[in-house]
């Protein structure tokens, strides 16, 4: 099966023999600039990345091999995966700080927010469960488990909090589960090995990136099956949607495919840089931002002209495997 960071399919040499970063740069964003908050796994670290000037504003040092990364319903809180802590760290947005951490067994990786409750969900790569994890007196509260299939990976929440999906990548399934129970309610089966999942604004439509079939699974999610599928490049790890497209990170092809979300129709690839893992569209879909695992950088696409607009250089491994656009 691998391990934590192992997910994507590659492993980097030495990954765990990088010290830990000293310092804390500290610098206030600019009004109106988004950021960007990237788990760089190689320097055990998260950097709040100023978009607008193509800047990393603040690191924070974070042990662990940093890896998934969800934000708060207010956008004030990051938490944070650390695979080989194992456990979950809080990051304070505004103070650019560590706010505090959570032990965890097993291998958490995979990590989402729910919108309405504030409630963590935390998939525990070793296992067939997710950590339910609850907002209290500036911390989380561990609050029990939910049980899916093996491997969980990519977790993704409805806009109304009610219903989970979460990619399992041994199990080559889709479990939903109703968030109120905290019972899996259907499992969907999709290509090989899913890794993460996207949903659309409506909770419509489900997409996985599946790593070993090398294609993404589109899912109807009311009635609870799949219903096509689309070719990528090699290693797709996952999905983001603007614009009425699909974007695909392609780790092995150092690439971004490119499909219509009516017609399914891939359309075209984007080159990227090397290894290229998270990926988030920006909220009013003119920009995708790429976290490129080996070539330390993030990539930054028009979704209209599909052309890369900027690079800009980030620390050691970025991964950003979640909501990392604030």
């Known amino acids: 099966m691998g391990t934590p960071l192992q997910a994507g399919g590659r492993l980097r040499a030495g990954l765990l023999s990088l010290p830990v970063a000293l310092a804390i740069l500290i610098a206030p964003p600019p009004c109106g600039a988004g950021e960007a908050v990237v788990t760089v796994q190689g320097a055990n670290a998260v950097e709040i990345v100023d978009l607008d000037a193509g800047t990393v504003a603040a690191r924070i040092p974070v042990p662990g091999s940093t890896a998934g990364v969800a934000l708060s319903p207010d956008r004030k809180t990051a938490?944070?995966?650390?695979?080989?802590?194992?456990?979950?760290?809080?990051?304070?947005?505004?103070a650019r700080r560590l706010a505090?951490?959570?032990?965890?067994?097993?291998?958490?990786?995979?990590?989402?927010?729910?919108?309405?409750?504030?409630?963590?969900?935390?998939?525990d790569w070793y296992g067939r469960r997710l950590f339910v994890l609850l907002p209290r007196d500036g911390t989380l509260v561990p609050d029990g488990e939910i049980a899916v299939g093996a491997s969980p990976s990519?977790?993704?929440?409805?806009?109304?909090?009610?219903?989970?999906?979460?990619?399992?990548?041994?199990?080559?399934?889709?479990?939903?589960?109703?968030?109120?129970?905290?019972?899996?309610?259907?499992?969907?089966?999709?290509?090989?090995?899913?890794?993460?999942?996207?949903?659309?604004?409506?909770?419509?439509?489900?997409?996985?990136?599946?790593?070993?079939s090398d294609d993404v699974s589109v899912i109807d999610v009311a009635a609870?099956?799949?219903?096509?599928?689309?070719?990528?490049?090699?290693?797709?790890?996952?999905?983001?949607?603007?614009?009425?497209?699909?974007?695909?990170?392609?780790?092995?092809?150092?690439?971004?495919?490119?499909?219509?979300?009516?017609?399914?129709?891939r359309e075209t690839?984007?080159?990227?840089?090397?290894?290229?893992?998270?990926?988030?569209?920006?909220?009013?879909?003119?920009?995708?931002?790429v976290a490129n695992w080996g070539e330390n950088t993030l990539s930054v696409i028009d979704?209209?002209?599909?052309?890369?607009?900027?690079?800009?250089?980030v620390g050691d491994g970025p991964r950003a495997f979640g909501d990392f656009l604030r």
Not at 100 to 113: D, E, F, K, S, Y
Request: with cysteine; proline share 7%; net charge negative.
């Open 79 to 94: 938490y944070v995966t650390q695979p080989d802590g194992p456990g979950l760290a809080l990051i304070d947005l505004d």
């Open 100 to 123: 505090a951490t959570v032990p965890l067994p097993g291998g958490p990786l995979g990590i989402a927010c729910n919108p309405v409750s504030g409630a963590v969900y935390v998939a």
């Open 154 to 212: 990519g977790i993704a929440v409805t806009p109304d909090g009610a219903t989970l999906l979460v990619a399992n990548r041994e199990a080559n399934t889709v479990s939903v589960v109703d968030a109120g129970s905290r019972r899996e309610t259907r499992v969907i089966p999709v290509g090989t090995h899913p890794f993460g999942i996207t949903l659309d604004p409506r909770a419509e439509r489900a997409y996985t990136a599946n790593v070993l």
């Open 224 to 265: 609870g099956r799949e219903i096509g599928r689309v070719k990528t490049g090699e290693r797709p790890y996952v999905v983001a949607l603007a614009g009425g497209r699909g974007f695909v990170t392609d780790q092995y092809t150092a690439s971004v495919t490119v499909f219509d979300l009516a017609s399914l129709a």
């Open 269 to 289: 690839a984007i080159d990227v840089g090397d290894h290229p893992e998270g990926m988030a569209a920006s909220r009013d879909g003119s920009r995708l931002y």
């Open 303 to 313: 979704a209209a002209t599909l052309a890369v607009t900027k690079e800009i250089a």
